[in-house]
């Protein structure tokens, strides 16, 4: 027994001792490191005058190809060396914004949506005041909407403007000679030369909820060409989608796409419905823009047998382009280098910075800063996104020009897109969803 | 009174004062900022409006629903294949060990990692499952896809994780009974029938006892393997409290979501210890 007892103290001191050994080596290989990067930093110093780390979070499912190549010459231009920090995206990524933020641990350069989910992050607490930079007046109106908060500009765009709408492979169009739709009915008559060919004439991507939103979201043009004032409405809790005509036809339009949809889209996600649309599996996937970028990683030059047309409308004049405001680049404001952040923030979105990014990764959609889109840029941006940005047939989603976005609104889309509800109880239930996010927002809603 | 008494009070201080500080001091400001709109920063009083709001929305109280079909199923199919299996394991086979490790296997891996390979295995056109059932000519299932079946396919992976722990806690149960009682039962002609219903069943009642509550409080607070199965979906098909609570936590709300927990406190201890009660009532020495 009292052997026993000495081998277990023997073995636990033994533990300790290793813990500490790891402890104390895990220790010094971050000084070697330390080091290391005092020695690079002692570089930029002489080329620049001075040394400045900046850290940036930034979510999984950005491309980091681009920001690398930005963040490499920002070290080089401007000295400044920025460590990245990978969040998830989605609900998760939400919750870690939130938390750092509240708990004052957010990095020095936050990157996260524009829009509705801005205002939910109470921005005027945390964020760098940029409506005096002096690249705030290079931005168009929809970005500065977009990422300002009670008319003060907290971010600089991260990236290029996109899109939602449906995206179609040109080679089943030609296949059964069909044209590129310019009403709502067209469009499913379209739907259903496709399905009686046995194609599956709409890709569903529904295993991730938050695709089955685009449809509804990317509606909303149409919405304001029946109903201009929709968002003011909506925002002061006089108007409501169960009881707007054309609020509730948003709804209607995503139910009606219910008996198109490949045969396994409750489990099909992103990824599988980029791979479905490139190789011909389906005809139209309902989709925001960046699904280009996602098929140009893993297709190459093969994205050009995509194209694009908006979510069409009930007459021609109502077909036009629903689009996304970009992410943005926010500083924390609470920390001694607000100046270094700033001046990160504004080389970012010049000309050089832009550059490099889309050297790397393409953009889904033009610039809010007028930044020429480059001549590689894939066809359904330059051609078939750009007529819409020329013919002035353009308007924001709903989510940049309402601080109201229900957090229901993936599920409450599955829910309907998989004809559990009717379009009329699928609006109600989110007008009553958005009522949790006014009280959160203090509105005065009944 | 007290001449029995060795130690001090004083003793119980640490354990009280951690008890205070991370249980009881937390409940009672979660009591408070469940009535509240609540941004970290700032709050607004609101009453009992949140707890309104959760009774009221579908989106909200299909949760409890859900939640009570789960853990009273998993619970349930717990207890009852567990014992079938710690009874076969208990008796004289001869591989038995490696039997009782490999029913103990599903418990080894992480319940995310479970999760997304059922997912996998449930995919309605690349899942095995369904290409095993057409194989055999059958027609698939949408196992996650169907509203009205995606509950049951997550409790069913539940169910082959959570097994192996009953089965453990049932054969500890049954090793524990004294063999006499067999001898004494086979010698006046008890059939093997007879020998479980009137002496298995009876003494591992304890055993039984510790599953039943384990399982049932274990499924009342279920939210890893479903949020790693369906996230909730399709639509609110799937969402339990838990996945609710944390739902309205990520949308920010914090008033709402710390109702949310109250509420799944209420209902785990208005539930949990009756039943308790019941239970040990029946237990007999």
């Known amino acids: ?446 | 009174m007290n001449k029995k008494k060795i130690y001090s009070t004083w003793f119980l201080a640490p354990a009280m004062l951690i008890f205070l500080i991370f249980f009881i001091i937390p409940m009672i400001t979660s009591l408070f900022f469940s009535m509240t709109v609540w941004d970290f920063k700032n709050f607004t009083f609101v009453g009992l409006d949140n707890f309104k709001m959760f009774f009221s929305e579908r989106s909200l109280n299909i949760g409890i629903k859900n939640t009570l079909i789960y853990a009273v199923l998993t619970s349930g199919l717990k207890v009852i294949l567990a014992f079938l299996i710690a009874v076969f394991l208990s008796s004289a086979i001869r591989t038995k060990n490696i039997i009782r490790s490999i029913v103990f296997f599903p418990n080894l891996v992480s319940t995310i990692a479970i999760g997304i390979t059922f997912t996998a295995f449930m995919h309605p056109s690349k899942g095995i499952f369904n290409k095993v059932i057409e194989f055999f000519g059958g027609t698939g299932i949408d196992w996650l896809g169907n509203i009205n079946l995606a509950l049951f396919s997550v409790i069913a992976t539940d169910v082959w994780k959570g097994v192996s722990i009953a089965t453990v806690i049932y054969v500890a149960g049954i090793a524990s009974i004294d063999k006499t009682f067999y001898e004494a039962a086979s010698i006046d002609g008890a059939s093997g029938w007879q020998r479980l219903k009137s002496i298995t069943i009876p003494l591992c009642r304890p055993a039984m006892n510790s599953v039943i509550i384990l399982s049932f409080i274990g499924g009342m607070r279920s939210f890893d393997l479903i949020w790693a199965m369906t996230g909730g979906g399709p639509g609110f098909a799937t969402d339990v409290m838990a996945s609710i609570v944390y739902k309205q936590y990520a949308a920010g709300f914090y008033g709402l979501s710390t109702a949310g927990n109250v509420i799944m406190f209420v209902l785990i201890a208005v539930l949990a210890f009756p039943l308790q009660k019941f239970l040990l009532s029946k237990e007999v020495d």
């Open chain 1, 1 to 446: 027994m009292k052997f026993r007892k000495v081998t277990a103290l023997l073995l636990a001191a033994a533990l300790a001792a290793g813990s500490l050994a790891g402890c104390g080596s895990g220790k010094s290989a971050e000084d070697d490191s330390a080091e290391a990067k005092k020695v690079e930093n002692e570089v930029n110093k002489t080329a620049s005058g001075e040394e400045v780390t900046l850290t940036m979070l930034i979510d999984n499912g950005t491309e980091p190809d681009g920001y690398e190549a930005v963040l490499a010459l920002a070290e080089e231009k401007l000295g400044i060396h920025v460590d990245v920090e990978i969040r998830p995206g989605g609900d998760e990524g939400d919750n870690i914004v939130k938390t750092r933020l509240a708990s004052g641990d957010m990095a020095d350069l936050c990157i996260y949506n524009s829009g509705s989910l801005l205002s939910a992050l109470n921005p005027s607490e945390y964020f760098i005041d940029m409506t005096d930079s002096s690249v705030a007046s290079t931005f168009d109106e929809a970005f500065t909407k977009a990422a300002s908060v009670d008319g003060v500009l907290y971010g600089v765009p991260f990236g290029s403007s996109s899109a939602g709408g449906v995206m179609y492979n040109k080679e089943v169009y030609e296949k059964y000679n069909l044209e590129v739709p310019e009403t709502w009915d067209e469009f499913i008559a379209n739907c259903d030369v496709l399905k009686e060919a046995g194609e599956n004439a709409l890709i569903g991507s529904f295993g991730e909820s938050w695709t089955a939103q685009v449809p509804y979201l990317a509606d909303n043009f149409a919405v304001l060409q029946k109903e201009p004032d929709f968002p003011e409405g909506f925002t002061a809790g006089t108007k409501k989608y169960a009881t707007s005509e054309a609020g509730l036809r948003s709804w209607q339009k995503l139910a009606a796409t219910t008996p198109y949809y490949n045969k396994d889209y409750l489990a099909t996600n992103y990824n599988d419905a980029c791979d479905m649309l490139v190789n011909g599996e389906g005809a139209h996937y309902i989709m925001l823009t960046m699904a280009l970028r996602n098929i140009y990683s893993l297709y190459g030059d093969e994205v050009n047998k995509i194209g694009f047309f908006p979510i069409p409308g009930d007459t021609p004049e109502e077909t036009g382009l629903t689009v996304w405001a970009a992410g943005a680049i926010y500083g924390n404001k609470n920390t001694d280098k607000v100046d270094d952040i700033k001046r990160f923030m504004e080389f970012w979105v010049s000309d050089e910075a832009i550059d490099a990014y889309v050297e790397k990764v393409l953009p889904d959609g033009p610039y809010h800063n007028g930044y020429q889109l480059p001549d590689t840029a894939y066809d359904a941006v330059k051609v078939d996104m750009q007529k819409y940005f020329d013919e002035g047939k353009t308007a924001l989603a709903l989510e940049f020009l309402t601080p109201v976005k229900g957090a229901n609104c993936p599920a409450i889309c599955q829910e309907l897109g998989s004809g559990q509800t009717t379009p009329e109880e699928a609006a109600a239930a989110y007008d009553e969803d958005c009522k949790k996010q006014a009280v959160q927002l203090g509105l005065d809603w009944k």
